[in-house]
Nanobody, 124 residues
Framework: QVQLMESGGGLVQPGGSLTLSCAASGSIFYINQMGWYRQAPGKERELVATITNARSTNYAASVQGRFTISADYSKNTVFLQLNNVKPEDTADYYC??????????????????WGQGTQVTVSS
């Protein structure tokens, strides 16, 4: 129904910057919210940041002030700017979207879709 494709992961040195992108495609009627989660080795998946269609944002305390989420909902795309990265930011980063699909019945909540993930490694 809906596919999410992340890009932009890679190796970055501590204190460096990286930008992740995620584009949604498929049977999209309206995207209510997009966001990023991450999962480090041996740890549970955790919220990084979200942004609503009204541009309201929410950040995890661990990334507040260092990461910036933005979106272009005309292109169904969300971005995550990572600044001043730390080794503890090393993780697989997953894009998510809450989507009203074109074949969805009226009154039904949006469906959550996930990307395959992109790896971010912070190391010198």
């Amino acid at each position: 129904q809906v596919q999410l494709m992340e890009s932009g992961g890679g190796l970055v040195q501590p204190g460096g910057s990286l930008t992740l992108s995620c584009a949604a495609s498929g049977s999209i009627f309206y995207i209510n919210q997009m966001g990023w989660y991450r999962q480090a080795p041996g740890k549970e998946r955790e919220l990084v940041a979200t942004i609503t269609n009204a541009r309201s944002t929410n950040y995890a305390a661990s990334v507040q002030g260092r990461f910036t989420i933005s979106a272009d909902y005309s292109k169904n795309t969300v971005f995550l700017q990572l600044n001043n990265v730390k080794p503890e930011d090393t993780a697989d980063y997953y894009c998510t979207a809450a989507v009203f699909t074109t074949d969805q019945e009226m009154g039904v909540p949006p469906l959550d879709f996930w990307g395959q993930g992109t790896q971010v490694t912070v190391s010198s």
